[in-house]
């Protein structure tokens, strides 16, 4: 992160500390929107979230169906003392159907005939700004520079070796270790403290609101939420309300129909389902 770029997020937080917007009251944290809480809830701004509201980045609650989620039933077996094979095992199961989707298998919508025309990685939300297009051939690299940076070795930068290097059992092993690393580092010495907070997307629906994990943190937030922290802190990214719909990037290019965009808002608000993959 830049320089001028840290000054002017402190400076953000600093406005809302000082216009007493740091802090979201009590019925804010049951879901609530009051008068000052999209203030409250600003983007670039830091924010103390409570995990009953929140949404793993694939779509489940923390508090009710997080087992639903792999990552988060990962995190749940690292925690009851299971060993590196059997939590590899468990892991590949996942990975062996989810190489089989498309993109359309993932969120659910098989009639979407522009999805199911990608496969499960290449992945975009409605109100996500990046074509589908754009994901499928920037996705590679992007795994590529993540992973390589959590230690995982590529044969090499070819793009069809890399896409095979997602669903191999080298990257479940580098996931598992990933997870159960940081796992033992904060439940032992407690959550070090970080700078560059993970990234939030706030959801609103007329008068209440739901948060949901986006870039960077979110092995941090599974482990929290499994050791019991009522709260996490993190950085807004967006903020998306439903009455926006039509105006969503890939509602308005034609890959969903308001139809479908709706029926996942609703399953992230509700923290019902799983509209993502591990990859």
Known sequence: MSTIKKAILIALDSLKEILFLGKLNQKEQQGLILLFTKFR?????????????????????????????????????????????????????????EKQFSASDIVHIDSNNILKSYP???????????????????????????RSSRGLAFENTDRLSIIKTMYSLKFIENRVNQMKDLYESINSNGLIKDTNLPKINILIKENEWRWFMGDGGNHRSYILSFLEYKFFK????????????????????????IDEAELIFESYFEGSKVFRGMV
């Open 41 to 97: 809830l600003l983007p670039n701004t830091k924010v103390l979230v409570p995990f009953n509201l929140g949404r793993s980045v694939r779509g489940v609650s923390f508090d009710k169906n997080i087992m639903l989620d792999p990552a988060g039933r990962l995190c749940y077996e690292i925690s009851k003392g299971l060993s590196n094979e059997k939590l590899c095992k468990n892991l590949s199961r996942t990975f062996d159907n």
């Open 120 to 146: 499960a990685w290449a992945i975009v939300m409605p109100w996500e700004k990046l074509n589908i297009e754009d994901m499928y051939e920037k996705y590679p690299e992007i795994f590529y520079k993540n």
């Open 234 to 257: 993190a950085r807004v990214s967006s903020i998306i309300d439903k009455k926006n719909i039509q105006d969503w990037h890939n509602v308005k290019n034609g890959t969903y129909t």
